[in-house]
């Protein structure tokens, strides 16, 4: 069922367990954003922005979560588990963030969700070493992705909580990207030749929508002003790359961090219609 999305906060105990487990989230300057140095669109456009960035983290959170109990399932290696069960709690504290940030512009904008929808359903007819598979390649792919667009956006803004709270965002990441990688290295010998085309196709499947992410973004920017009329320092400083960048750097990192790793692992997508993505 459909409802707005809302961050509740308990405090005491749970908070404190939390910031013990997360403590660099409380240190970064909060405080510090002046929403009134900028236009009143773009400070609406970040609110927008930020209020999805932490829709996004929630699902993120949601598929470590599945993913966990997927790896015991399949009785994957016990620190490759462990490694799943710590990145769930990064991703809280980065919804936590993304919310913060929302609030210090002005509030998150009302924005309905299911969240019983919100991840690709895995298929109940499929062996569970299958669900396993799917739900770790579509997360390698995710946090590859986001991880680039995170250090694109970190180095690219000045300002000091946007900077830091994307430079750890970045660096949780980093490290998020790797668990996808390091399970098909162990599944290696578990997965056929079958299976590995069939993946192919649901890591294609996976690249085509995350580029209607780009192919969406049509600003073009010219002498340091985009062409809604916003200067481009400005939309850099509250945490959003310019179109330019973005999709500059969105085909980059399928390019070069996506696609070779996949291949390596025997799941080859195919050329032409990559090509096709990539145009
Ligand atoms: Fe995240
Ligand atoms: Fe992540």
């Given at each position: 069922m459909k409802a707005p999305f809302e961050i509740e906060w308990l405090g005491g105990v749970a908070e404190k367990h939390f910031r013990r487990l997360r403590p660099a989230t409380a240190a970064l300057p909060w405080g510090t954003l002046e929403p009134e140095r900028y236009p009143a669109r773009l400070v609406e456009r970040a609110r927008n922005t930020w209020t999805q960035i932490a829709i996004s983290e929630y699902r993120a959170a949601m598929s470590f979560a599945e993913m966990l109990r997927l790896l015991l399932e399949v009785r994957a290696p016990l620190d490759l588990v462990g490694m799943a069960g710590d990145f769930?709690?990064?991703?809280?504290?980065?919804?936590?963030?993304?919310?913060?940030?929302a609030m210090e512009l002005g509030g998150g904008v009302s924005i309905d969700i299911d969240t019983s929808a919100m991840l690709e359903p895995l298929s109940n007819e499929a062996h569970p070493l299958q669900r396993t598979n799917d739900r770790m390649l579509v997360t390698a792919i995710h946090e590859t992705f986001s991880e680039s667009n995170a250090i694109g956006t970190m180095r690219a803004s000045r300002h000091p909580l946007?900077?830091?709270?994307?430079?750890?965002?970045?660096?949780?990441?980093?490290?998020h990207t790797r668990i996808g990688w390091l399970y098909f290295d162990w599944a290696t010998e578990l997965i056929d030749d079958g299976e590995r085309a069939r993946l192919a196709g649901v890591a294609l499947g996976c690249i085509e929508?995350?580029?209607t992410v780009w192919q969406a973004r049509t600003s073009v920017a010219k002498e340091g002003v985009t062409s809604e009329g916003f200067l481009v320092e400005h939309v850099h400083e509250l945490g959003f790359l310019d179109s330019e960048s973005f999709v500059a750097r969105s085909r980059a990192c399928i390019a070069r961090d996506i696609v070779p790793p996949l291949a390596e692992r025997g799941i080859v997508v195919d050329a032409t219609r990559l090509a096709g993505v990539l145009r």
């Open positions: 769930v709690a990064d991703e809280v504290s980065h919804v936590e963030i993304a919310s913060r940030i946007l900077r830091s709270a994307l430079e750890q965002i970045a660096r949780d990441e980093a490290r929508e995350l580029a």
